[in-house]
């Protein structure tokens, strides 16, 4: 499905990403690579197109930047909750399926587990034609921390990695962040397969 060229053309590493303009306090975010083919091909596809057999090469991908999170072992992969709405028209969670197979990948380097601490809580309209300020405010409060969450984050010891696949503006990342604070869960790192390119105008020039 995935021809050798684009295979290996997928990044291996991790790479330090920020958001501009940047949701204040949003931890930090490591990120597999641009959000560019052939990777941004290779997760819509994965995603939009229910092309399960790229879960591994994206894994693999995302293997590489949960490696080379900070944090002391073990650490938790907390995947951003899929809306159940969108799972449902799409017939899988390709998320979910992705950090589970990256979680696999990263075992052989590191403590690694993946807990669902986060549910969807409100309903959210589509993104795709928002700027940085409205994805904030259309995601403020949609998401909650699971019942039980603590005592389960508590038995593994570990320190809580949030993932994503694709950083934007970092709204998406900054809301599961705060809800997971707000619960008193310490958020150590965010990872995410991609990260956009984005630029903001100096105020002079935007006011122009």
């Known amino acids: 499905m995935l021809c050798p060229v684009c295979a290996d053309a997928l990044p291996r590493d991790a790479r330090p990403a920020r958001p501009t303009p940047c949701p204040p306090g949003l931890a930090q975010c490591l990120v597999a690579g641009p959000y560019e083919d052939p990777l941004r091909a290779v997760i819509l596809a994965h995603k939009e197109r229910a092309a399960h057999a790229l879960a591994r090469p994206l894994a693999a991908s ?116 705060r809800a997971l604070e707000e619960s008193g869960i310490s958020v150590e790192t965010i990872v995410c397969l991609a990260a956009t390119t984005r630029r903001s105008l100096p105020l002079s020039a935007a006011a122009d």
Request: hydrophobic share 45%.
């Open 62 to 177: 995302l293997a590489a930047t949960i490696r080379a999170v900070p944090a002391a072992d073990p650490i938790v992969l907390v995947p951003v909750p899929s809306r159940p709405g969108v799972v449902r028209a799409r017939g899988h969670d390709p998320l979910l399926r992705i950090i589970h197979a990256a979680a696999a990948r990263a075992r052989r380097h590191r403590d690694v587990s993946v807990l669902r601490l986060l549910r969807s809580r409100l309903p959210v309209r589509d993104q795709a034609d928002l700027g940085a300020g409205g994805r904030l405010a259309n995601l403020v409060d949609s998401m909650a921390v699971r019942p039980g969450a603590r005592a389960a984050l508590v038995r593994t010891g570990g320190r809580v990695v949030v993932c994503d696949d694709v950083l934007t503006t970092g709204a998406t990342a900054r809301e599961a962040q």
